[in-house]
Structures are given as C-alpha cells and as structure tokens.
C-alpha cells in the first residue's frame, strides 16, 4: 500500500500550489481522503478531507475558502488545490486513507485514517 505526494515546492504569499497524492495497493473507491500538515515544531494538523462517494469534503478552520480537495478515482489519486497561500501554510503535506465513513468529527482525527504518505514539503515565502 502506498501513498505518494507530489506538487509541493516554493510559492509566493497570494499564489496557489496543487498538491497530488497518488494512491495505490488498496480500492480507491472504498477510502476517503484526507490532507493534514505539520509546521516545524507544532502538532500535526487537518487540512481537508473527501468522503469515499466525492458527496461530502470537509476543511480545517484555517484554510476554508482558499483550499478544494477532490478526487479523481479513475486515476486513484486525490488533490488538493491550494489558493490564497499564506507563509502560515508552510509545512510538510501528508496524505492519509480511511476505510472508516468519515463524519465531521470523524474527518478531522488522526486515528481515523489507515495509511498514510511520506509528505511533501511547501513552503510560502516571498
């Protein structure tokens, strides 16, 4: 089982990033999809999740209204489209499953999601 994320990299303060997470080894279709981040020296944190059926999508506080996730299941791999960046969105990015339905609760835990990715680095800075 593997979860590869890709699209990370340097940005300006105001422009957008889409990250990639590339899944394989397991049904696409029966997982949600899940991005949380960690910034040096702070707890790892929900970014945004997308349930199995693509119906419901769920957001941390801080990036409703400037981040989407979505999820193209023909290709097993789950985006997140990053807009409006801030320096306070620098972090590793990882990507995470969950055979679990998620709920709103549910969608924002660590302990939800069975696997997880390796993370991709971004970093906001002008």
């Known amino acids: 089982i593997q979860l590869v994320e890709s699209g990370g990299g340097l940005a300006q303060p105001g422009g957008s990033l889409r990250l990639s997470c590339a899944a394989s080894?397991?049904?696409?279709?029966?997982?949600?999809m899940g991005w949380f981040r960690q910034a040096p020296g702070k707890e790892r944190e929900f970014v945004a999740a997308?349930?199995?059926?693509?119906?419901?999508?769920y957001f941390g506080d801080s990036v409703k209204g400037r981040f989407t996730i979505s999820a193209d299941n023909a290709k097993n791999t789950v985006y997140l489209q990053m807009n409006a960046l801030k320096p306070e969105d620098t972090a590793v990015y990882y990507c995470?499953?969950?055979?679990?339905?998620?709920?709103?609760?549910?969608?924002?835990?660590?302990?939800?999601?069975?696997?997880w990715g390796q993370g991709t680095q971004v970093t906001v800075s002008s």
């Open positions: 080894g397991f049904t696409f279709d029966d997982y949600a």
């Open positions: 995470a499953a969950s055979s679990f339905p998620l709920n709103p609760v549910g969608a924002s835990e660590e302990s939800t999601y069975d696997y």
């Open positions: 997308i349930r199995s059926s693509g119906f419901s999508t």
